[in-house]
T-cell receptor, first 114, second 110 residues
Framework: NAGVTQTPKFQVLKTGQSMTLQCAQD?????MSWYRQDPGMGLRLIHY???????DQGEVPNGYNVSRSTTEDFPLRLLSAAPSQTSVYFC?????????????FGPGTRLTVT | DQQVKQNSPSLSVQEGRISILNCDYT??????FLWYKKYPAEGPTFLIS?????DKNEDGRFTVFLNKSAKHLSLHIVPSQPGDSAVYFC?????????FGAGTRLTVKP
């Protein structure tokens, strides 16, 4: 199993450009999520999904869109990039059975907006 | 507002000694708590967790303690090893919402 994969690893955007960060998992997990990590802030939840066709907002959703058309994929879209979106982005997934909340994280995408 | 706080940005301990990492939370509705470990240029990896109905959970060298009345949890690593050097995040969860602390960088010196 590859686990959770993210592409690209690095990206530089100009202000106003759009792009999609890709995330895929091969563990058949229902729950998938996106976080951003900024210095001194820890990881903050952007959006999450509990299954195909179902998405919801997290703590910091503004400026980001998501969709979940399959169990495996959960892309994150930046419609008009801003310097404040410079961050490291992590995708994560977990199963929904039982009462455990451990998530598996991808390796991250480092995004710089100039 | 930061609902999960790790007030020590860094901690340095000698190999073989105990490492104690602390975490405080403000929302009493959190019902599951986790610790993650992160190396540079990698995603966080799950370390240990505890349900709010327990006050202690142990897994090898790692023990997590939960004090619900104080809204405080801690991670004990005994004995500490140089390979434990990493950033440690605590997290608190309720339903599908998980909040993370800012992290504590642990350095274990040989």
């Amino acid at each position: 199993n590859a686990g959770v994969t993210q592409t690209p690893k690095f990206q530089v955007l100009k202000t106003g450009q759009s792009m999609t960060l890709q995330c895929a998992q091969d563990m058949n997990h229902e729950y998938m999520s996106w976080y951003r990590q900024d210095p001194g802030m820890g990881l903050r939840l952007i959006h999450y999904s509990v299954g195909a066709g179902i998405t919801d907002q997290g703590e910091v959703p503004n400026g980001y869109n998501v969709s979940r058309s399959t169990t495996e994929d959960f892309p994150l879209r930046l419609l008009s990039a801003a310097p404040s979106q410079t961050s490291v982005y992590f995708c994560a997934s977990r199963g929904l059975a039982g009462d455990k909340y451990e998530q598996y994280f991808g390796p991250g995408t480092r995004l710089t907006v100039t | 507002d930061q609902q999960v706080k790790q007030n020590s940005p860094s901690l340095s301990v000698q190999e073989g000694r105990i490492s104690i990492l602390n975490c405080d939370y403000t929302n009493s509705m959190f019902d599951y708590f986790l610790w993650y470990k992160k190396y540079p240029a990698e995603g966080p990896t799950f370390l240990i967790s505890i349900s709010s109905i327990k006050d202690k959970n142990e897994d090898g060298r790692f023990t997590v303690f939960l004090n619900k009345s104080a809204k405080h949890l801690s991670l004990h690593i005994v004995p500490s090893q140089p390979g434990d050097s990493a950033v440690y995040f605590c997290a608190a969860s309720r339903n599908n919402d998980m909040r993370f602390g800012a992290g504590t960088r642990l350095t274990v010196k040989p």
